[in-house]
């Protein structure tokens, strides 16, 4: 398996554009970026393959950093750690990895397979779990249909390891992994279940990081042609703006392994005399506008600088920031039943029933 070559201009394209999708979290994407080019500088290279060209029996890591995405721009992960979670996977399988893609495509969690794939030398697939980022290990789409939720490992940088070898549920993967990254310092790389070529094709989310460098190309063309960023984005994706205005406040928590808060917004433009305020656990979850529900998840909310079109996410955005809320449509396997389960906003303890921006 190989694929073709990603260009140094692709990481860069993608560490937007996976911002972009990261809905708020996935962490801060400058950081995993920083070290994509320090290594393509030492010459290391990665290739992106699709996952039509994997075969049944495969074997695929799937790899994630976890924790509070504030902490993580305190302290740093780098990119041997990360690969360090795919070995020990090996090691504990003692089943060799033919390929690599991430969990989610969200912010720094888009580029970090990369980051792994560069040190092992194998090829990226261009597929993830969640289409975007969201905070919990039983929010993928590998989840809703039933995979096997062990083995994980979690690896600190400090040399700190841990298997996690057997848990019953992908909420009880989620509780025990988040645990022990709460004792790591609410900061790790992991490497998540194992997956086969067959259970990749039929329940990963396909071209993601193609979508994602997509995305960031066309924020960074808008930028050097100094047109508007955020129209080039609602030219390729199917989205829909949903608010402007200026950011008034920000409360913010470290709590369980998470970044929680609140985000409040004062109307410009045509949204002048309105207020907005934004749930966020590491994700933007549910937006309400004068009081009233808004956009809620699996909708992607994506809040946008208005200038530049580059995502702020939940550990950036700072008061006095004028941003643009746009909303993104999820993928299909997150709006049935089961989906809505995982990731609807009473799996975050909304009381809401879900209701599609896309629906009005």
């Not at 939720?149 to 988040?178: N, Q």
């Not at 998840?297 to 995502?311: F, K, M, Y």
């Amino acid at each position: 398996m190989s694929g073709r070559e990603i260009t140094a201009d692709d990481i860069e394209s993608l560490a937007v554009g996976a911002w972009v999708l990261g809905t708020g979290g996935g962490g801060n994407p400058y950081l995993a970026l920083l070290n994509m080019r320090a290594l393509y500088k030492e010459g290391y290279r990665v290739n992106l393959m699709p996952a039509s060209d994997l075969v049944d029996d495969a074997w695929i890591a799937t790899v994630a950093g976890m924790g509070a995405p504030l902490v993580g721009m305190e302290r740093l992960n780098d990119s041997k750690t990360i690969a360090r979670a795919v070995r020990l996977m090996e090691e504990h399988t003692r089943r060799k990895f033919d390929g690599i893609m991430g969990m989610e495509i969200g912010g720094g969690n888009g580029v970090r397979p990369l980051m792994a794939a560069a040190h092992t030398g194998l090829p990226v697939i261009d597929t993830d779990t969640m289409g975007r980022a969201y905070p919990e290990a039983q929010m993928t789409s590998v989840a809703v249909g039933g995979l096997t939720p062990y083995p994980l490992t979690v690896v600190d940088v400090r040399g700190l390891e841990s298997i996690v070898d057997k848990v019953p549920t992908w909420k009880w993967a989620e509780r025990v992994a988040r645990k022990i990254v709460v004792e790591y310092g609410s900061t790790s790389s992991t490497c998540q279940p194992p997956r086969t070529g067959a259970e990749v094709k039929k329940w990963g989310i396909h071209g993601t990081t193609t979508k994602a460098i997509k995305i960031g190309k066309a924020v960074r063309e808008a930028q050097r042609s100094h047109s508007d960023p955020i129209e080039a984005i609602l030219a390729i994706e199917p989205g829909k703006v949903l608010y402007r205005g200026k950011v008034m406040d920000v409360e913010r928590r470290v709590t369980e392994g998470y970044l929680r808060g609140i985000a409040r917004f004062d109307g410009l433009d045509d949204c002048r005399g309105s207020k907005l305020e934004i749930n966020f656990q590491n994700e933007w979850i549910v937006a309400r506008r004068d009081g009233e529900a808004l956009a809620m998840s699996p909708d992607l909310i994506c809040v946008l600088d208005a200038d530049t079109g580059e995502a702020v996410g939940s550990e950036t955005i700072r008061y006095g920031q004028r941003v643009t809320v746009i909303a993104l449509p999820p993928y299909p396997v997150f709006l049935t039943p089961k989906g809505l389960e995982h990731v609807g906003p009473r799996a975050f303890g909304y009381d809401l029933d879900y209701r599609s921006v896309f629906s009005s």
